[in-house]
């Protein structure tokens, strides 16, 4: 049984809540590590050079947050870049917030403080959707399952999947299909990023197995192509019945797309002057091949005398 000591005899809960209450100090640089597998990218890029200009001219104004570890120094929650601009702005301690948390309340407060950045990867948002719908179903009580929604229930019978999509203004659909991009290899997840490969076509691809993917990602350096949205579905289909292989993935990729069949392009300013007022760009264009096959037609009797 613990005693009460004489000093917190005589403590006033002025003094009991100023030691509750959090307080900002200047940790080392050195002492601070990076959140495990923190899913978005802290790049040496232009804004982060402005920031690290900034953090020289102002110093940081609002304070990481971070949690002890248990073998001394501490984890990184929110503050990544503001870490990095200190280091580039040759920093040796940044100001933080020390906050006991457990796993999955770092997992949230992490992803969260994160969400609000206005530029976020596809690649960012999926990996965070993932992490923080684990950390949630975990702190509802209920096992994580691989892409399942049917766990983690609250009290008002919402599940995990529902709460995450109204707090970060997604369908719970379009928190489904985030996830899934997790399950594509990196290469093709960072074409994802690139824009190389649209977002809805990305998810069909996830669907299919590694090897699958790779040889996708092979046929696509080769034929300089990426599938579209109908291709990756039939892709997709084709894998779950067992009857995808490289050369079917092939002879997919290398048809010829509607938007990619050449286009004869005439500005209206040029022809609108012949056109009465009233026709239709249908109209227009009947005419065009009308007065063209008569052209045609006239042109093959000449060439027949």
């Given amino acids: ?25 200047d940790i080392p640089l050195s002492e601070i590590s990076d959140f495990p597998n923190h899913p978005f990218k802290v790049k040496a890029d232009e804004a982060m050079l402005e920031m690290a200009e900034s953090v020289k001219q102002y110093g940081i104004l609002v304070p990481a947050l971070v949690r002890s570890k248990a073998d001394g120094g501490y984890e990184m929650v929110a503050g990544h870049r503001r870490k990095k601009a200190s280091e ?14 457990s796993d999955d309340e770092a997992i949230v407060a992490m992803v969260d403080s994160n969400l609000q950045r206005e530029s976020i990867l596809p690649s960012e948002k999926a990996l ?3 992490m923080k719908l684990d950390a949630m179903k975990r702190q509802a009580g209920r096992p994580s399952k691989e892409n399942s929604t049917q766990v983690g229930q609250d009290l008002k019978g919402k599940y995990s999947v529902e709460i995450l999509g109204e707090q970060v203004g997604e369908s719970r659909n379009q928190i489904q299909r985030y996830i899934r991009l997790t399950e594509l290899i990196p290469p093709i997840l960072e074409m994802v ?6 977002f809805n076509p990305a998810v069909e691809i996830s669907y299919l197995t590694e090897k699958e993917q790779t040889e996708l990602l092979e046929t696509m350096k080769q034929e300089e192509n990426t599938p579209s949205l109908s291709q990756a579905q ?6 779950q019945e067992g009857r995808l292989s490289a050369d079917v993935i092939y002879t997919i990729l290398t048809e010829e797309k509607p938007n990619q069949k050449e286009k004869f392009n005439i500005q209206k300013e040029r022809i609108d002057r012949f056109f009465p007022k009233n026709f239709s760009d249908k109209q227009k264009e ?8 008569s052209w045609y037609k006239k042109r093959q009797r000449e060439q027949e005398r």
Avoid: H, W
């Fill in 1 to 25: 049984m613990r005693l009460t000591s004489v000093d917190e005899l005589f403590e006033t809960d002025a003094s009991r809540e100023d030691k509750q209450r959090e307080k900002v100090l």
């Fill in 88 to 101: 580039l702005a040759g920093n040796e301690t940044m100001p933080c917030i020390v906050r006991e948390l």
């Fill in 128 to 130: 965070a959707y993932k």
């Fill in 193 to 198: 990023d690139e824009k190389q490969i649209a």
């Fill in 234 to 239: 039939r892709l997709k289909k084709l894998s």
């Fill in 286 to 293: 009947d005419l065009i091949i009308q007065l063209l096959e």
